[in-house]
């Protein structure tokens, strides 16, 4: 079931969505002061293409640095990503058929805001370990 949702997901938002990542990154690697940024804006690209299966955690050793950081990334980023998120979700909840894919663009919402200080994992894996405690 997760193949066909994630196949699904590909061709009506997930190759989009990744699209506006990549490009985030890469403007984010341009300018040097923000190559972490960019990092986590591919990360979040592969997420994007491929999200049922895989869930978003907290680091345990993320620390001042990432809540600084992540409040510059929803400033300049963030914000107009998860924007897109809101709209294409919106947009495929109103097929029934499209409302598993709506509440996974929203899934994607809060790790689109602040993604530093975060690790994607598979759902299968145990992710206890990532928690903060």
Request: net charge positive; charged share 10%.
């Amino acid at each position: 079931m997760r193949i066909i949702l994630n196949l699904i997901w590909l061709i009506f938002a997930g190759f989009w969505m990744a699209l506006a990542y990549v490009a985030a990154g890469i403007l984010c690697c341009i300018l040097i002061v923000t190559i972490p940024f960019g990092i986590a804006s591919f990360r979040i690209a592969n997420y994007a293409l491929w999200p049922f299966g895989r869930t978003v955690v907290d680091r345990r050793d993320a620390g001042a640095g990432s809540l600084i950081g992540n409040v510059i990334w929803i400033i300049f980023a963030g914000i107009w990503l998860a924007i897109g998120h809101v709209l294409t979700g919106i947009a495929l909840c109103i097929t029934i058929i499209g409302i598993p894919l709506g509440l996974a663009n929203f899934k994607l919402i809060p790790i689109s805001l602040m993604p530093l200080g975060k690790v994607i994992v598979p759902v299968d894996r145990g992710t206890a370990a990532y928690y903060r405690p």
